[in-house]
């Protein structure tokens, strides 16, 4: 399969990296810290430094691409699959690439636009477009509805696939027509469309099997792989579970959060998520703590060793914390009306990390 479409193959990866080279051109004209990620209620929560947003976001959605390639062409089942739907895991995240650095470098350019209502109008655009093609796909491992009723029965499969593939267009249309609605919907919009999407045709599935039960043409068992490679206890399987484990088990008890004072402002350089740059002169006050309760996490990186991202408690409602967990000191920021949380590894060096900005103001 993959020789078959190799032209397309390397030209969607060079489409997903498209926005570096465009990065490029833009370098000296975009800030050091850019915004990469919205809210739910359509305001920036989160800011990476220059670099890792021209080059980093490019690269990530290239090696989920090239994963996705991967394990669709290794799957057995996906020899004869219909071509149209394989083109769809081919160009879903070349769109993505565009379309998300496309808003990152307008909104560090200054252009004002509502990034939530193009990012549903995207949402509801790719649902109808699967729903399209997913009558098409062909019984597989890789791609589409797969349960077990799916997965034991072509006839199943099919049906359920037609009747899911309605949905799914239906469901974008009405998306796309809510992207207009408040922002304070979206949330739940798409993850009511996400649960109705998932949800309508499991339940289709079982019906339809239950129906095949009564006629006497249910399946008697699932055959899960015909692959001994491609199967979940085979070498990739096994492989994959590995590899994941090791790095679940690294980001969990590594990683970092470091300070560097300027003359003007200080950043924040955090392992695993966004870097933070604080000028002095927007510091409406600054507070040393004995303890602070970090409330719930709303979105960010949370592990053993780090919590960090946009928090909500009674006291602050909605901050951005960075912090070592096992620290129970910390600075309290005022900064432009919003709080910021911060603290070191140690108590020793949170009042260090006090004293510095109390120097600077």
């Not at 430094?49 to 669709?72: D, E, N, S, Y």
């Not at 995207?122 to 699967?130: A, D, K, N, Q, R």
């Not at 740059?277 to 309760?293: A, G, W």
């Amino acid at each position: 399969m993959i020789k078959r479409n190799k032209l397309k193959l390397i030209f969607s990866s060079i489409l997903i990296f498209l926005p570096s080279v465009v990065g490029l051109l833009l370098w000296n004209r975009l800030p050091e810290s850019m915004t990469t990620h919205w809210g739910a209620d359509g305001n920036a929560d989160g800011f990476s430094g220059k670099a890792f947003a021209v080059f980093g976001m490019p690269l990530i959605l290239l090696a989920i691409h090239w994963l996705c390639i991967f394990f669709t062409t290794k799957d057995p089942k996906n020899k004869d699959q219909n071509h149209k739907v394989f083109g769809l895991v081919l160009w879903i995240i070349p769109l993505i690439s565009i379309f998300a650095n496309t808003i990152v470098y307008a909104v560090s350019l200054g252009v004002e636009f509502d990034a939530m209502t193009y990012t549903l109008l995207l949402i509801g655009l790719m649902f109808t477009v699967i729903g399209n093609y997913m009558p098409k796909c062909k019984q597989n491992f890789t791609m589409g509805i797969k349960i077990k009723w799916t997965l034991a029965n072509e006839e199943n499969w099919n049906a359920t696939h037609r009747f899911a593939g309605r949905v799914w267009f239906i469901c974008g249309i009405l998306l796309m027509i809510c992207a207009f609605l408040p922002e304070s919907w979206f949330m739940y919009l798409i993850v009511g469309g996400i649960f109705v999407l998932v949800m309508m045709p499991a339940v289709y599935s079982y019906l339809y099997y239950k129906k095949q039960v009564k006629l006497g043409t249910a399946p008697e068992k699932i055959q899960l792989s015909t692959s001994k490679t491609f199967k979940i206890g085979g070498p990739i399987g096994v492989a994959v579970a590995i590899i994941i484990a090791i790095v679940v088990v690294f980001i969990c008890f590594t990683g970092d959060i470091q300070y560097r004072f300027d003359s003007k402002s200080f950043t924040i350089e955090a392992s695993y998520y966004n870097d933070l740059t604080v000028e002095y002169d927007v510091i409406d006050s600054i507070e040393y703590r004995e303890d602070c309760k970090a409330g719930s996490r709303i979105s960010g990186f949370g592990s053993p060793r780090l919590s960090m991202g946009v928090f909500k408690n009674s006291e602050f409602g909605n901050y951005t914390r960075y912090c070592y967990t096992k620290c129970e000191t910390c600075v309290v920021l005022k900064v432009d009306g919003k709080t910021l949380i911060i603290n070191g590894m140690d108590k020793k060096s949170t009042e260090a990390i006090y004293q510095e900005l109390i120097s600077r103001q």
